[in-house]
């Protein structure tokens, strides 16, 4: 976090229309701080460096830190703390009434107090009522000394100048980089809500409002609190802009549900108003099917027998000695014979000769049985789809 300054040729505005840098941050008179640099451990970081301020003030200030109105600058690559402290009596109720709902109250010195123009260089700065002098007198961001002088509205330019002199003794400047400022008039910073912008004659001034509370010299107890009043704050918009944007996706699902149920009840009309031509269809089909079942799928017991049985027929013809006593069909494709022989050797060679059947897809002997020189048997004989249909399509 720093402090800006730049060259700028824009014309000071008018007092009337930066009315609300002016409320987000209040500028306190220099003369009512007294101000210290002290040593500090930088590297135990910013919570011990805190610490450490406290108690430099409890050895330097006659009153106790409660009763005081404090704060200060540092840098984290600063050995040094620059701070500033008031006796609270010294504002007034009203004076402390104004700082309520501001972002930031700091002395009017510290618009300049991160300048850090370098080493010896030394900053002026009048507030109106008076000239502060800020001083860098060691490498680092943070000054080293700050003096503050009287100067009344009327005072003769020898006055003036005899003032500007002892500020510069005052913090050990020996005269040269010196940077003269006139008292900064707030200007709006553009509508950028993270710092409060002045104009100090050609040059700019901003101070960051998002960070550098250190700066703030209120109750440090009653900033946290404030500090947590606007993150909890924040937590509550936000949390209100996602239940907007909930209601609005829960609109949004609404609205998409009636227009679903709208083009579901538009297909469901259709679908029913065809429904007619489909069961026509479905009705023509099935009694296409039903007609190629019955010329292509009906059941051909005397083909099967007769390709089994006749001389002929591919394959060797049935035995003499073989009789048929039964036969049914399992099926489309399927024989079920039960025959009967007395000369056992015919049964084989029936078989054998079933097998080269080339409309024959399988023959098994289901039983066979030997009784008073006659052999039963049954044979399960499996035709091709393919052959079958071949009979049914012949002249």
């Known amino acids: ?70 704060g200060y600058c540092w840098h984290p690559d600063s050995a040094c703390a620059l701070v500033f402290a008031a006796f609270r009596r010294r504002f007034t109720d009203e004076e402390q009434a104004q700082w309520a709902e501001a972002d930031r109250v700091v002395p009017h010195f510290a618009l300049a107090t991160r300048l850090n ?72 910073a553009d509508g950028d809500e993270r710092e409060a912008g002045w104009l100090a004659g050609d040059h700019r001034l901003s101070l960051p409002l998002t960070d550098g509370s250190e700066l703030d010299v209120r109750d440090k107890g009653e900033l946290a609190a404030r500090r947590a009043s606007q993150r909890r704050a924040v937590f509550l918009w936000r949390g209100f802009l996602a239940g907007l944007g909930a209601l609005a996706l829960l609109g949004l699902a609404e609205v998409s549900l009636v227009g679903l149920k709208a083009w579901q009840a538009g297909r469901l009309a259709r679908l029913e108003a065809q429904q007619p031509a489909v069961d026509r269809i479905m009705s023509q089909q ?81 039983k066979h049985d030997l009784r008073d020189a006659t052999t039963t048997f049954v044979l399960v004989i499996t035709f091709k789809p393919e052959a079958l249909a071949a009979l049914g399509r012949a002249p």
């Open 1 to 70: 976090m720093s402090l800006a300054l730049e060259p700028t040729s824009a014309t000071p505005p008018a007092p009337a229309a930066p009315a609300a840098a002016v409320s987000r941050v209040v500028l306190l008179p220099d003369a009512r701080f007294f101000v210290r640099a002290v040593p500090v451990n930088a590297a135990a970081g910013a919570a011990a460096v805190a610490r450490e301020v406290e108690l430099a003030l409890e050895l330097l200030s006659p009153f106790p830190v409660a009763q005081l109105f404090f």
């Open 117 to 188: 123009p370098g080493p010896g260089h030394t900053v002026l700065l009048g507030d109106g009522s008076g000239l502060t002098a800020v001083h860098w007198g060691e490498p680092g961001p943070v000054p080293s000394r700050v003096a503050t002088a009287p100067v009344s509205a009327d005072a003769i330019e020898d006055d003036r100048r005899a003032v500007r002199t002892g500020l510069l003794r005052a913090v050990g400047s020996t005269g040269s980089g010196v940077t003269d400022l006139p008292a900064p008039v707030p200007v709006v």
């Open 286 to 366: 099935a009694l296409a099917t039903r007609i190629e079942e019955l010329s292509t799928k009906r059941l051909r017991p005397f083909e099967m027998i007769s390709l089994v049985t006749v001389a002929g027929n591919p394959g060797t013809a049935k035995p003499v000695s073989v009789q048929f006593i039964r036969t049914a069909t399992n099926g489309l494709h399927t024989l079920e014979v039960e025959a009967q022989t007395k000369v056992g050797g015919d049964l084989a060679l029936y078989q054998a000769a079933l097998r080269e059947n080339p409309a024959i897809a399988s023959v098994e002997a289901a």
